[in-house]
């Protein structure tokens, strides 16, 4: 790992988004395949909802739908658990790390779970050979239970009710899609779903490296999208600690910057001597991002946020206080205008159309190209989805309290 920086002098933090936004992919539209996009731009985190769908838009403008679920049908695309073992639309080309990183960290929180719910040792994997053995084709979860033999599966009653599992089947099926023995197929292909059917495998493809080659491949995917980060934000990422997150980060040969207001950072060598000769970022590159965008929750609000606005109250995600500057995670879809957000924006769903706030009032050519964009997602999500849900469990009144929350803003 690099000691220094190729730069006589720190980042700013006005440099250093600059590159954040050319490295996700939002500063011009992104050629290639979806999956080369999705490699090189940051996995797409999807809780059911359209998000994943305007995370891809958001860097290929013009986009349908359909492009999109014929990408996860041919497997160049997939939805799989990922960082924090979250699940995310990833490549497939990464599939057996990501799924091994899944793992880990699943592995190190599932035992005392397991125990809290009731599970006798050796009863998920027990249950998950039964599962093998009755899964020929397909299946939902639902499917595969009525056809188990009577007895194989077992309530967990109240215990595996507080400890989040009602019965063995869940993590058998856990257990199994991280062997790569079983494969998640979304209904229709579609993204914007949690109802999935379960695959057999014929020729599982675990990884087979080690936790070091993996954490490698972790730190180097990070940088590729969301470099130059700071430790604490590749741990926050990756749900791991900061002495993992360093470890992976010397076993990924990164180069060490200074930025503004960060601090020590780390991103790809092959990029380090370039990031302070791109030209800025017109404030009239706007995009509607998702909720979650990975070019966001990488970095903390309060880093692409202007400081003026830090101060402000506003619906949170996770931890955090309830302060734009405060929060680590934001429960409002974000608005990019050049290399700073620049406000929020949320889905009426009595005029099916997109709504706005700003937090400063913007320029004539960027009022304008926030209109078309506004235009643009309107059309988007009314034509492909005709709906906004950020979740499968998402409804006109959740959406409608964004709404409310949103116009609180303004």
Not at 91 to 108: C, D, K, M, T
Not at 249 to 259: D, K, Q
Not at 281 to 298: C, H, K, P, Q, Y
Not at 344 to 368: G, Q, Y
Request: hydrophobic share 40%; with cysteine; glycine share 8%.
């Amino acid at each position: 790992m690099s000691s220094s920086g190729p730069s006589s002098r720190p980042l700013s933090l006005d440099e250093a988004r600059n590159h954040w936004v050319r490295a996700t992919g939002l500063a011009d539209p992104v050629e290639g395949t979806l999956e080369s996009l999705v490699e090189s731009t940051g996995w797409a985190r999807t809780l059911g909802g359209v998000d994943a769908y305007l995370a891809l838009r958001a860097r290929r403008p013009g986009l349908h739908r359909e492009t999109v679920d014929q990408a996860v049908e041919d497997g160049s695309l997939l939805v799989s658990p990922a960082a924090r073992n979250c699940n995310y639309v990833i490549p497939g080309s990464q599939r057996p790390w990501v799924l091994a990183e899944a793992e880990a960290i699943w592995a190190g929180t599932a035992p005392a779970q397991h125990g809290r719910a009731g599970l006798a040792e050796g009863e998920v994997s027990h249950t998950a050979e039964a599962v093998m053995e009755t899964l020929t084709s397909p299946m939902t979860t639902a499917e595969i239970r009525a056809s188990l033999p009577e007895g194989v599966i077992r309530s967990l009653g109240d215990a595996g009710k507080k400890a989040g599992i009602s019965s063995s089947l869940p993590p058998a099926l856990r257990l199994l899609e991280f062997r790569d023995r079983i494969r998640r197929r979304t209904d229709g292909s579609r993204i914007d779903t949690e109802k999935y059917r379960w695959a057999p495998v014929e020729s599982p493809d675990p990884f087979s490296g080690s936790e070091e080659e993996r954490r490698a491949l972790l730190a180097h995917s990070f940088a590729t999208f969301c470099g130059p980060f700071t430790v604490a934000e590749l741990a926050s990422f990756a749900g791991i600690g900061r002495r993992d997150a360093l470890a992976a980060i010397e076993a990924g040969e990164l180069a060490t910057v200074n930025v503004e207001a960060l601090g020590e950072a780390y991103m790809l060598p092959e990029r380090a001597d370039s990031i302070q000769d791109g030209e800025p970022i017109e404030e009239t590159a706007v995009r509607l991002l998702g909720f979650e965008d990975s070019a966001l929750v990488a970095h903390s609000p309060s880093a692409w946020f202007d400081p003026r606005h830090h101060s402000r109250e506003m619906p949170v995600w996770g931890r955090g206080d309830h302060t734009l500057g405060g929060a680590s995670h934001l429960f409002m879809r974000t608005i990019l205008c050049g290399n700073r957000m620049s406000g929020f924006w949320a889905w009426n769903p009595d005029e099916h159309r997109v709504e706005v706030a700003v937090l400063d009032k913007p320029t004539k050519s960027v009022k304008e190209a926030l209109l078309g964009e506004v235009e643009a997602v309107s059309e988007f999500l009314n034509s492909e989805f005709g709906n906004a849900r950020m979740t499968s469990i998402d409804s006109e009144s959740t959406e409608r309290a964004r709404l409310d929350a949103l116009r609180s803003l303004k």
